[in-house]
Each structure stands twice: as C-alpha cells, then as structure tokens.
C-alpha cells in the first residue's frame, strides 16, 4: 500500500454513460498525476496538477473527460458519455514537489460495454 | 522522440536466474528513470531509479545499468524468485517542466520454481 487510494475500485457501465473517479494522494504530496493504462500496455499520462492547478492535459484527453483537484487535496476524473475504448485502467500517481518518484494508487478498472 | 522502448516483451527464467530487461530511449532531455513492478490487478510500484550522472545503482537484488552515451538503461533482478514473477516498466521523465513518466511498454517476467 503506497498510501495513495483509488474509489472505486472497479466500475462497469454503459455506453454513454457519465463516469466519476475519486483519487486521494498521499497527504503531503502537491503533485498529482492522471495516467490510463489499457491491457498490455504501460500507463500513459492523462493530466497534471500541482496543488489545484492543472497544469498539463495530454492529447489523449478529449474533451469528454475533465479532472479537478479542489483546494490541493483529493482529486477527481469524470468521462462523460463513455465510450467502449475508454475500458481501461485509470491509475492516479502522486509525488512530493521537490522529489521525482511517482507513488501509484491501485488505480480504477473501467469496463465500458 | 518521446518513445521508451523496452524488451523483450516477455521472459522465463528458472529460480535464481538473472533477468535481465533492456530500455532504449532518444530525448536526451530525460534524466530521470525509474522501474515499476506491477501484479495483475494493482498499481506500479517503484522499485528501483537512476539518474544519468551514475552508471549503475543496487538496491537489494535489483540494479540498474545505465549507458548514457547509448541512451540505454537495463534492470537486473539478481537471485531471481517466483514471488518476482510480475510485469516490469521501465519510464523516464524530464526534471524540469510536469515531471511526467513515459513509460516503455512492459516485458512480463515469469520465474519458474
């Protein structure tokens, strides 16, 4: 356990459905990371936050999808209407400001169907 | 330019070998590189990281090689067990900037008992 925790833990829905994920870092880490991992592959980087700023969205986030993280603390991943090729695992990193390793939650298994 | 190759995707080895996983990068602006261990399941877990001003670090029985001149860096795993059967990653990042990993595409290690 890293001490980063993911809700939930796994999420089935449908197609077009609205999707929320819930990330609370380590309590004294300002950096957050969004990453997606999808089966066999290494995560890929979503979106960046450095206190409740974000500073960083990948391509790979369309414009359904959008990430807050309200006063620095926990964060949130929403995907509205959800699509099949959003089935993945999404995974939350935190780290400290002035330090470089990156603690990973147990991340959130979306199936889309 | 921001590709982490890794190999080989997959690798056997019997109890108490040394595997042994290779990682080829081109931005010579990364100069930070970790390697993950992940079970099916879960989360990345940090095990092991180096930056480009040393040429080999150990810890336990995982070390890393690092060739700058070749933009490659390898992982280790010394007395090999069964319980190290999981998935490796290796990732790097740039020190300035969102510190964000790029990850190289995963090689599954099983350890035969």
């Known amino acids: 356990d890293t001490g980063v925790s993911q809700d939930p833990r796994h999420k089935i829905t449908k197609r077009g459905q609205n999707v929320t994920f819930r990330c609370d870092p380590i309590s004294e880490h300002n950096r957050l990371y969004w990453y997606r991992q999808t089966l066999g592959q290494g995560p890929e980087f979503l979106t960046y936050f450095q206190n409740e700023a974000q500073l960083e969205k990948s391509r790979l986030l369309s414009d359904r999808f959008s990430a807050e993280r309200p006063k620095g603390s926990f964060s949130t991943l929403e995907i509205q209407r959800t699509e099949q090729g959003d089935s993945a695992m999404y995974l939350c990193?935190?780290?400290?400001?002035?330090?470089?390793?990156?603690?990973f939650g147990p991340g959130t298994r979306l199936t889309v169907t | 330019q921001q590709q982490v190759k890794q190999s080989p995707q997959s690798l056997i080895v019997q109890k108490g070998g040394i595997p042994i996983i290779n990682c080829a990068y081109e931005?010579?602006?990364?100069?930070?590189f970790p390697w993950y261990q992940q079970f099916p399941g879960k989360g990345p877990a940090l095990l092991i990281a180096i930056r480009p001003d040393v040429s080999e670090k150990k810890e336990g029985r995982f070390t890393i090689s690092f060739n700058k001149s070749a933009k490659q860096f390898s992982l280790h795993i010394m007395d090999s067990q069964p319980g190290d059967s999981a998935t490796y990653f290796c990732a790097a990042s740039m020190l300035s900037g969102t510190y964000k990993y790029i990850f190289g595409t995963g090689t599954r290690l099983k350890v035969l008992a």
């Open positions: 931005n010579t602006a990364f100069d930070y």
């Open positions: 990193a935190s780290s400290l400001g002035l330090r470089d390793e990156q603690y």
